[in-house]
């Protein structure tokens, strides 16, 4: 069984910064993707930023510029640091691995429970 765990959530002021972390534990052998997605109220989820075990990232565009992706691989743990934060920021975070390795080669998807970020003055 594989588990993240978020850390790192809370309630900023417009302009400031927060970093979300997220540890992959339990039995596996790799990870080729990690990410963050976020889903606010009333909305769909949608992808934040992802990095490949490779170093390969993307990012949505409304967060370019802002946040930062990056990850330990020795770690099994990726960051997102949010810079410049703005109200519409506002929501929960969730962490994700994809192409997780398990035992017999299977290859499982698996998300966190989710931080909420608030941005409000």
């Known amino acids: 069984q594989v588990q993240l765990v978020e850390s790192g959530g809370g309630l900023v002021q417009p302009g400031g910064s927060l970093r979300l972390s997220c540890a992959a534990s339990?039995?596996?052998?790799?990870?080729?993707?990690m990410g963050w997605h976020r889903q606010a109220p009333g909305k769909q989820r949608e992808l934040v930023a992802d990095?490949?075990?490779?170093?390969?990232?993307n990012y949505a565009d409304s967060v370019k510029g802002r946040f930062t992706i990056s990850r330990d691989n020795a770690k099994n743990t990726v960051y997102l640091q949010m810079n410049n934060l703005k109200p519409e920021d506002t929501a929960v975070y969730y962490c994700?691995?994809?192409?997780?390795?398990?035992?017999?080669?299977?290859?499982?998807?698996?998300w966190g429970q989710g931080t909420l970020v608030t941005v409000s003055s």
């Open positions: 339990g039995s596996f052998f790799s990870i080729y993707l």
């Open positions: 990095i490949t075990s490779g170093g390969s990232i």
């Open positions: 994700n691995a994809d192409n997780v390795v398990v035992a017999g080669f299977r290859r499982l998807e698996v």
